[in-house]
């Protein structure tokens, strides 16, 4: 939804992922081609950014500009900035709490004009459709075909807009709220983690501001009704509960606040979605796609499965549920920031055949099924299968062709050893090594030698030219610096290698 942003505020943003992105100076040229913007422009931009993040955090010299964001933040504090100045988000966050104003009244809060926010509202429409909701006017609210889609849509704002310890939802009581959701948790034995939690708060604190508006969602399944317990039976506490959140803890209620999990068939656990299958044939039919997706991939690459049931259970849940508010709609999980992008993008720089394999074995999945993911459901699918499988990360490592490092010291033999003992604490399983231990040293001898880096303690003269490359030098202790020229080479090498998969026979875990 860049696209309500202000030019000059999505301009800024641009520039400063390009800043994040790079890890070296950029001069304003540099810049101004990544940006399609004159030098002019974004030498104000700069001004204004400093002002808003500070001269320490955005730093200029002769030498270009840079970001330098502290060790305790990271990026997604730079898309909050931008959605917590925008005024267009700003509305839209107002409408989550009341249905009932007009655009005039909400513009006399905004401090504009109606005919601004009329304008404003025509242009949040357009970005909109990809969520498949609308705004009305006069009063104004979120209106759409499905319920579900707007609980959606608010999902992604909330989640992107607010830090993992933020509680937004002002007419909610956060502790009664949270006593409500453990307690659910508790009897149902379903446990959770921060994460889970934060998630849980989230989703089902979005429904619940909802309903409070009388928006309610249908409710397609009549599965989980024996997961609401007889609240009576908590008294004192869910009394205290029912008094703080102004609310009646009936089966009606619990099932809108929890709609997102009962209308996208949520299995809590692998044995309740094995009982499923048993009495839902179209159930039964995803997950045997599922299980046959996971034991082809797992087969392709050589890796098994260590923890298969869960990470089946994670496959079905996520694949089934993927943000879809109806057959075929697949609106973005996210406003200005695709988190699950970034992180598929990354993996894909170190282990790009595996990338490849789960995309071919998708395609396959969604064949079967008859059905075809937006971009973004594949990013969040895919991302899922990385973080659910048991140790896939070392074992993709592992299956790495190993970086043969060649050392060369002119202290000591010793020393060599030492710097050798050094390297394979800091690369552990990535690297071989090797110490030089002729007499002479030669471009002669050095072809004759197999190796992927050289290591050495002293610069080479201008006719080792060919081989500068690929040689790393030390003083005589590997500093941070050295250290990273290494791990550069090292990532560089693997990309020209490649890193195709080992098929070694493996014993599966048959589902």
């Known amino acids: 939804m860049r696209e309500v942003l202000e030019a000059n505020e999505r301009r800024q943003l641009v520039v400063i992922e390009h800043l994040y992105s790079s890890e070296e100076w950029l001069t304003l040229k540099d810049l101004a081609q990544r940006t399609a913007s004159s030098e002019r422009i974004l030498k104000q931009d700069i001004v204004q950014l400093r002002e808003k993040f500070s001269k320490e955090v955005l730093q200029t010299s002769h030498r270009g500009i840079r970001l330098v964001l502290p060790p305790h933040k990271n990026i997604d504090e730079i898309y909050r900035f931008a959605l917590e100045n925008s005024l267009a988000f700003n509305f839209i966050e107002k409408l989550i ?6 655009v005039v009244e909400l513009a006399e809060e905004l401090f504009i004009s109606s005919s601004t926010l009329f304008r404003l509202i025509k242009k949040l429409n357009v970005s909109l459709v990809d969520y498949y909701v609308q705004i009305q006017t006069n009063p104004c609210k979120l209106i759409s075909e499905s319920e579900d889609s707007i609980r959606y849509f608010y999902i992604s704002y909330f989640s992107e807009r607010y830090s993992s310890l933020a509680w937004p939802y002002k007419t909610i009581n956060q502790n009664f709220f949270e006593q409500l959701l ?3 948790a508790r009897v149902n034995h379903i446990p959770l983690d921060f994460s889970d939690f934060k998630r849980l708060k989230l989703w089902t604190a979005i429904s619940f501001l909802r309903a409070q508006q009388g928006n309610y969602t249908a409710i397609q399944s009549s599965n989980y009704t024996d997961m609401i317990p007889d609240f009576s039976k908590f008294q004192p506490v869910t009394g205290m509960i029912e008094k703080k959140l102004a609310i009646t803890l009936d089966k009606a209620f ?8 009962i209308n996208n068939h949520f299995a809590f656990s692998y044995e309740s979605l094995m009982e499923e299958a048993k009495k839902n044939s179209l159930v ?3 997950v045997f796609y599922h299980a046959d997706l996971l034991h082809n991939l797992s087969s392709q690459i050589g890796i098994p499965i260590p923890n298969f049931n869960h990470l089946l259970k994670e496959m079905y849940n996520i694949s089934n549920f993927a943000f879809k508010s109806k057959k075929g709609q697949y609106p973005p999980p996210f406003i200005l920031f695709d988190q699950k992008k970034f992180f598929v993008h990354s993996i894909k720089e170190l282990f790009p055949d595996f990338i490849k394999a789960s995309y071919t074995t998708l395609k396959l999945y969604e064949k079967n099924i008859h059905e075809t993911f937006s971009e973004s459901a594949k990013y ?6 990385i973080i659910q499988w048991d140790h896939l990360i070392p074992e993709l490592y592992n299956q790495k062709e190993k970086i043969q490092l060649l050392i060369v010291s002119d202290f000591d033999l010793e020393h060599a050893k030492m710097i050798q003992n050094l390297l394979h604490h800091y690369f552990r399983q990535e690297i071989t090594t090797e110490i030089y231990t002729k007499p002479n040293f030669s471009m002669k001898q050095i072809k004759k030698l197999s190796y992927d880096v050289l290591v050495t303690t002293f ?5 080792y030219e060919s081989i500068e490359e690929n040689c790393i030098c030390i003083q005589n202790i590997p500093t941070k610096r050295n250290i990273e020229s290494i791990r550069n080479a090292i990532e560089e090498q693997y990309k020209l290698k490649g890193s195709s998969f080992k098929h070694s026979a493996k014993k599966f875990i048959q589902f």
Do not use: A, H, R
Request: hydrophobic share 40%.
């Open 182 to 184: 453990l307690l659910l």
């Open 97 to 102: 709490y009341d249905e009932t104003k007009t």
């Open 254 to 261: 619990i099932e809108q606040v929890f709609s997102i999990f």
């Open 380 to 385: 969040e699918i895919i991302y899922t299968l």
């Open 459 to 463: 610069t080479l003269p201008i006719e």
């Open 284 to 286: 039964k039919k995803n």
